[in-house]
């Protein structure tokens, strides 16, 4: 008898033990009920609540210790309709301090935040890792209508790439979502809208442009359980050192069905979260290419002139087309034309300069012709984060590789001086050579790169200055050029998370069988529920091929 109370006494403390956990998260009611973003904010990151974020300290759970830190909160300047505000954590016995930038619009029921570290003491501080920027409970109305997620495919090269698909969560049930490689969207996409009943839900958007991960659980018939991070950060910080984690964003739904939030977020998007310029957001033009790719032996743009490409300039004008850009695509670059020594668009990577045998003036009489010609302009590609072997970034600054295997390198964005060194070559490119519009691709993988080269005790910790890096380059060029826009590539849609999307759009969606009708009406049938802009190709001309080409 004694041993079966003992038994049902530690069963008893086993499920106490699971209540408060989850009790212990932050928990949010979805009901039929408007959500007031600034009251939802100044309550679930308030002095003494656990926040709706998470991780692990010394191998202890944040929610353990957190509310004994001294908390702060301020509320920043905004703009209508917003609120803005920074809340703070700090452990006066390590040093650590930990950030949360929380922006609301009221307009759109919409919270998003990111996460900070910082390591304010002289001595390195204990790991951080599972660092979740989201770890929150969503509670249904109801115990009736189970959870569903819908989110979609993420970029493979096929007809299915960003396919729609959605799974029913019954108690105990969870989804597991983790892009592959190292890119955002390789495989996975990082968004995805969560109905928690018939009529409300949350939309929800990743922004980390390296590898995340997202679990959704439903805990019972009513509570479902969402987490979202980084999954490979294990490390202590040094001294003074600084990181930046994911950011979220999520949007309160509440209609009909589904479709409501999809559309309240795309709207969003487009209103708040995409490229201004003059302060408007920016609708991205219809491109023109020079030609499709060069004939062989060439190979892309390896065998374009200065002459040739105004040819075709004038050719397009003749046909009575008119391009709101035109596009140069790879190989326009030193050695990329030498098809004899075995050179191409590809293994010459690292040679950023106008080939002067085929441009002896570089590309600026291609741009001002074009801008000679009225409003169109001009817009180039590059693939500055991949380095070829023997390529002069390879031979001037071996420091700044990162070994890939082979015979390509990384260029280590998470290297400030690397960093910085680029943002004003690139830059200094755009300004000589008169482009208009920044295309950048990046044709490989990272993720295992990122983590041979991680110290030991850091893990995790290349690929969050690397994404860094990344930021503050983009950030660099779309402040010194207040017009630019930028195209996001990455292999045909691999790098589209809610980060990259404030900063460009994918006019390159998919590696996809080139000018398939069909296919292309699928994806834009899978990023139309979340994406208000994205594009890709059109290769003829009847009505068929061309709007199934639209975006």
């Known amino acids: 008898m004694k041993s079966q109370i003992?038994?049902?006494?530690?069963?008893?403390?086993?499920?106490l033990?699971?209540?408060?956990?989850?009790?212990?998260?932050?928990?949010?009611?979805?009901?039929?009920?408007?959500?007031?973003?600034?009251?939802?904010?100044?309550?679930?990151?308030?002095?003494?609540?656990?926040?709706?974020?998470?991780?692990?300290?010394?191998?202890?759970?944040?929610e353990t210790f957190l509310k004994t830190w001294k908390h702060s909160i301020s509320r920043l300047p905004s703009e209508e309709n917003q609120v803005r505000y920074l809340v703070s954590y700090a452990d006066k016995e390590t040093g650590l301090k930990v950030e949360c930038e929380v922006t609301g619009w009221k307009d759109f029921e919409i919270v998003e935040w990111v996460l900070r570290f910082e390591n304010?003491?002289?001595?390195?501080?204990?790991?951080?890792?599972?660092?979740?920027?989201?770890?929150?409970?969503?509670?249904?109305?109801?115990?009736?209508?189970?959870a569903t997620i819908y989110y979609a495919e993420g970029s493979n090269a096929s007809r299915s790439d960003f396919a729609p698909r959605q799974k029913t969560l019954l108690p105990k049930d969870s989804l597991v979502m983790t892009p592959r490689g190292g890119r955002s969207s390789d495989g996975a996409f990082p968004f995805f809208n969560l109905q928690t009943s018939a009529n409300e839900g949350v939309v929800v958007a990743i922004g980390w442009t390296?590898?995340?991960?997202?679990?959704?659980?439903?805990?019972?018939?009513?509570?479902?359980?969402?987490?979202?991070?980084?999954?490979?950060?294990?490390?202590?910080?040094?001294?003074?050192?600084?990181?930046?984690?994911?950011s979220v964003c999520f949007l309160f739904w509440h209609g009909d069905n589904r479709m409501?939030?999809?559309?309240?977020?795309?709207?969003?998007?487009?209103?708040?979260?995409?490229?201004?310029?003059?302060?408007?957001?920016?609708?991205?033009?219809?491109?023109?290419?020079?030609?499709?790719?060069?004939?062989?032996?060439?190979?892309?743009?390896?065998?374009?002139?200065?002459?040739?490409?105004?040819a075709l300039v004038q050719r397009t004008y003749l046909f009575g087309f008119s391009p709101e850009a035109f596009w140069l695509d790879a190989g326009w670059y030193t050695e990329a034309s030498d098809y004899k020594a075995g050179k191409n668009w590809y293994n010459t990577v690292g040679n950023w300069t106008p080939d002067s045998k085929r441009f002896p003036n570089t590309l600026r009489p291609i741009s001002d012709y074009i801008h000679q010609q009225g409003k169109a302009k001009f817009m180039v590609w590059f693939e500055p984060e991949r380095v070829y072997k023997g390529s002069r970034w390879d031979?001037?600054?071996p420091e700044w590789m990162l070994a890939a295997g082979g015979d390509n390198r990384l260029f280590n964005l998470g290297n400030p001086d690397a960093c910085r060194w680029m943002s004003q070559?690139?830059?200094?490119?755009?300004?000589?050579?008169?482009?208009?519009?920044?295309?950048?691709?990046?044709?490989?993988?990272?993720?295992?790169?990122?983590?041979?080269?991680?110290?030991?005790?850091?893990?995790?910790?290349?690929?969050?200055?690397?994404?860094?890096?990344?930021?503050?380059?983009?950030?660099?060029?779309?402040?010194?050029?207040?017009?630019?826009?930028?195209?996001?590539?990455?292999?045909?849609?691999?790098?589209?998370?809610?980060?990259?999307?404030?900063?460009?759009?994918?006019?390159?969606?998919?590696?996809?069988?080139?000018g398939e009708p069909v296919g292309y009406q699928c994806h834009t049938y899978g990023l139309e529920f979340y994406l208000p802009q994205?594009?890709?190709?059109?290769?003829?001309?009847?009505?068929?091929?061309?709007r199934s080409s639209l975006g």
């Open 395 to 397: 031979k001037e600054h």
């Open 210 to 246: 390296g590898t995340w991960t997202s679990c959704i659980t439903a805990l019972d018939k009513r509570r479902t359980h969402l987490t979202s991070g980084l999954k490979h950060l294990d490390a202590g910080l040094l001294p003074g050192e600084k990181i930046r984690l994911a």
């Open 6 to 15: 003992r038994y049902l006494l530690v069963l008893a403390l086993l499920l």
């Open 120 to 146: 304010q003491s002289q001595n390195t501080t204990p790991a951080i890792s599972q660092a979740q920027t989201l770890d929150a409970t969503f509670l249904s109305p109801s115990t009736n209508i189970p």
């Open 260 to 310: 409501v939030g999809h559309n309240q977020f795309r709207r969003f998007m487009l209103a708040h979260h995409s490229r201004k310029v003059d302060g408007k957001p920016v609708y991205y033009p219809m491109f023109c290419g020079f030609n499709w790719g060069d004939p062989e032996p060439c190979n892309e743009y390896t065998c374009m002139t200065t002459e040739y490409a105004i």
């Open 534 to 546: 994205h594009a890709t190709g059109s290769y003829h001309v009847n009505p068929f091929d061309s």
């Open 17 to 62: 033990g699971g209540i408060l956990y989850a009790e212990a998260q932050s928990q949010t009611i979805l009901n039929k009920k408007s959500v007031n973003v600034e009251r939802w904010i100044t309550s679930q990151f308030a002095k003494g609540k656990t926040p709706p974020f998470s991780f692990l300290y010394g191998g202890k759970p944040s």
């Open 425 to 514: 070559t690139i830059g200094n490119i755009l300004e000589e050579n008169g482009i208009d519009y920044y295309r950048q691709d990046f044709n490989i993988a990272p993720e295992s790169i990122w983590l041979a080269n991680d110290e030991e005790g850091r893990r995790g910790m290349t690929e969050v200055k690397y994404i860094m890096g990344l930021y503050d380059y983009w950030d660099y060029l779309l402040n010194r050029f207040p017009s630019l826009l930028i195209d996001n590539c990455a292999s045909g849609g691999r790098r589209i998370d809610y980060e990259t999307m404030l900063r460009s759009a994918p006019m390159w969606r998919t590696d996809y069988n080139y």
